[in-house]
């Protein structure tokens, strides 16, 4: 008979191996997500300090937050200089321009409602049939690309307001815009 040698490896000294085994891996698998992490922290450029930050703030705005680092309300508002030495001036009278104003005042501004602005040419004639269907005329204008349908008849901003409460009681989102 031929004699082999035989070894004999007990149970509890297979669970001894493995236990050190996982408990190697663990520890290598830490410690190279730690050397990761430090890796990482040396490749990325140094944080700056306030002071090296404001530095490299366009000119205006760095003066813009020297504005606040006065102390007190009555730092932060800018006041005019005035020079007591100066003479008075009379104040100037009123220009023209002003009156322009009172002028267009008599004549009312005209708005309208826009019901949709879209891209999509079918949307806006859906939306232009919904609205003819519902008793209002439109109009189909193209801007920048968009078709906006708008009511045809333009009217002062309280009668557009009131139409734009009708508009949405028939399931509309119309909103003013001035006629020019």
Same mark, same amino acid.
């Given at each position: 008979?031929?004699?082999?040698?035989?070894?004999?490896?007990?149970?509890?000294?297979?669970?001894?191996?493995?236990?050190?085994?996982?408990?190697?891996?663990?520890?290598?698998?830490?410690?190279?997500?730690?050397?990761?992490?430090?890796?990482?922290?040396?490749?990325?450029?140094?944080?700056?300090?306030?002071?090296?930050?404001?530095?490299?703030?366009?000119?205006?705005?760095?003066?813009?937050?020297?504005?606040?680092?006065?102390?007190?309300?009555?730092?932060?508002?800018?006041?005019?200089?005035?020079?007591?030495?100066?003479?008075?001036?009379?104040?100037?009278?009123?220009?023209?321009?002003?009156?322009?104003?009172?002028?267009?005042?008599?004549?009312?501004?005209?708005?309208?409602?826009?019901?949709?602005?879209? #891209?999509? +040419?079918?949307?806006?004639?859906?939306?232009?049939? @919904? /609205?003819?269907?519902?008793? *209002? =005329?439109?109009?189909?204008?193209?801007?920048?690309?968009?078709?906006?349908?708008?009511?045809?008849?333009?009217?002062?901003? #309280?009668? +557009?307001?009131?139409?734009?409460?009708?508009?949405? @009681? /028939?399931?509309?989102?119309? *909103? =003013?815009?001035?006629?020019?």
């Amino acid at each position: 008979m031929n004699t082999r040698d035989q070894i004999s490896i007990q149970s509890q000294s297979i669970l001894w191996v493995a236990g050190v085994g996982v408990g190697l891996l663990t520890l290598a698998f830490v410690l190279g997500v730690q050397v990761g992490k430090q890796s990482a922290a040396l490749r990325r450029p140094m944080q700056k300090g306030v002071e090296e930050e404001l530095k490299d703030l366009p000119e205006p705005l760095v003066d813009q937050l020297k504005f606040f680092e006065g102390e007190g309300p009555d730092k932060l508002v800018p006041t005019q200089k005035v020079d007591a030495a100066a003479p008075k001036e009379e104040p100037k009278p009123e220009p023209k321009a002003e009156v322009k104003p009172a002028e267009k005042a008599a004549e009312p501004e005209a708005w309208t409602l826009q019901l949709v602005a879209t #891209a999509e +040419a079918a949307e806006a004639k859906r939306v232009a049939d @919904k /609205a003819k269907t519902a008793g *209002f =005329a439109t109009t189909t204008v193209k801007e920048k690309g968009q078709l906006k349908v708008r009511l045809t008849k333009a009217t002062d901003r #309280a009668a +557009a307001d009131k139409t734009a409460e009708k508009l949405k @009681k /028939a399931g509309f989102k119309p *909103f =003013a815009v001035k006629v020019e």
